[in-house]
């Protein structure tokens, strides 16, 4: 066989998965170094009053008593008991804050940038580090540093030769962690792992997938493809087939910004009272405002939501002509939307919702678009 000219090689793939440690429970902990040693609660309690929630996430001291995200508060209450630990309210505005300044530091040590969510992202370092894992390691390690130095905040990172492996990586060492898995390695690494480590193998499939012998990733590798395909379908087997040996190509990818921004709460008491669903509507209007400026953008459309006491849903919206970010603007156009709602319907909202879209930059050049719709 003829040896492959250098440009015929194609370079080996070097992703990163870079993932925050008990993301809200370390910003709070960062705003106040005091809660470092206690356990610390981040909750989501229920609009409508009291102890009633879920945890959103818990700090590793924390994780100790037995307390994790999507518990109830009541429960973590419990396993708490007699211990001096903290439990606070979710505050999305400050995490978004940290996650912006996280993110841009991440995505400048990028070929590729892609965030998967507000404390993680891909990064495709393939070029930049030559296709070598040792010069990625050592980047991760930069990194870590970086981002523990400028924003006082660990992270766990998984380095692979895809994304799939780059994920479970990470996860395999947490907090503070760094795991990196050559693709030579990548089978010894995944035989071992239970098979829910996989993204798509929920309970259901893993027990399905027990009743078969099937309990570790590697187990899953030398079972048969075929009998994959017929039990779980022919997208879902040659999945779990290609997972289980650790083949992914999807591709690293940018995302667009957020095309559009909502809000939604429930309501204290059903109600058709224009006047309190604007007291509700108008702080939504206030947040939305607020990301609108730290954005530096303007909205197009404004739009409502409102989830009726049966639970039906109902959404309205308008064009607003010229864009705005105006607060008054905003609420104006809100109030109006549902007004003529309630005019039209014998709703009784539980749930009210506000959402903008149609977003453009506040300054510089208008969109060419914008001139020539005038025109039309
Ligand atoms: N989150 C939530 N409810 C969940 C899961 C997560 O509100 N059921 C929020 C809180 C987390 C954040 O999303 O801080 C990021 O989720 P992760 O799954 O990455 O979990 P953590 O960062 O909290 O912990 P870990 O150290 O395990 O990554
Ligand atoms: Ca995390
Ligand atoms: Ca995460």
């Not at 106040?32 to 609660?41: I, Q, R, Y």
């Not at 993680?120 to 040792?134: H, I, K, P, T």
């Amino acid at each position: 066989m003829k040896p492959l000219s250098e440009k015929q090689v194609s370079r080996q793939r070097v992703i990163m998965l870079v993932d925050l440690d008990y993301f809200f429970a370390q910003c709070e902990e960062v705003r106040n170094p005091s809660l470092k040693d206690k356990p610390v609660v981040v909750c989501v309690y229920s609009e409508r009053g009291g102890e009633s929630g879920v945890v959103s996430t818990a700090n590793y001291e924390a994780r100790k008593h037995g307390v994790k995200s999507g518990i109830p508060i009541s429960v973590a209450r419990k396993r708490l008991v007699n211990v001096d630990a903290v439990f606070l309210p979710v505050d999305h505005e400050y995490y978004n804050r940290v996650s912006e300044d996280v993110m841009s530091i991440l995505k400048s040590h990028a070929d590729v940038f892609e965030q998967a969510g507000v404390d993680e992202a891909y990064l495709d370092v393939s070029e930049r580090v030559e296709g070598d894992f040792d010069k990625a390691g050592e980047l991760a390690r930069r990194i870590k540093e970086e981002v523990r130095r400028s924003k006082g905040l660990t992270c766990s990172i998984g380095v692979g030769p895809n994304k799939l492996v780059a994920k479970i990586a990470a996860d395999s060492q947490k907090p503070d962690g760094l795991t990196i898995v050559k693709p030579e390695e990548v089978q010894a690494f995944l035989t071992p792992l239970p098979v829910n480590r996989l993204v798509g193998v929920g309970v259901k499939t893993q027990s399905i997938m027990e009743s078969l012998g099937v309990k570790t990733i590697g187990d899953l590798a030398g079972y048969d493809v075929q009998r994959l395909i017929e039990l779980f379908g022919e997208k879902l087997g040659v999945y779990f087939h290609n997972a289980s040996h650790g083949v992914d190509n999807r591709p690293v990818k940018e995302r667009d910004e957020a095309k559009s921004i909502s809000r939604i709460s429930t309501l204290k008491e059903d109600t058709r009272d224009l006047d309190a669903i604007m007291r509700k509507a108008g702080e939504l209007c206030g947040e939305i405002c607020n990301e609108l400026s730290r954005r530096r953008l303007r909205v197009k459309q404004v739009g409502i939501i409102v989830v009726a006491k049966d639970m039906s849903v109902y959404s309205r919206s308008k064009t607003l002509d010229p864009p705005t970010s105006d607060l008054e603007d905003l609420k104006k156009n809100v109030r109006e939307l549902f007004e003529k709602l309630l005019g039209e319907s014998g709703l009784e909202a539980r749930r009210v919702g506000v959402r903008v879209s149609g977003l453009v930059k506040e300054e510089g050049q208008k969109p060419l678009r914008a001139f020539i719709s005038r025109v039309e």
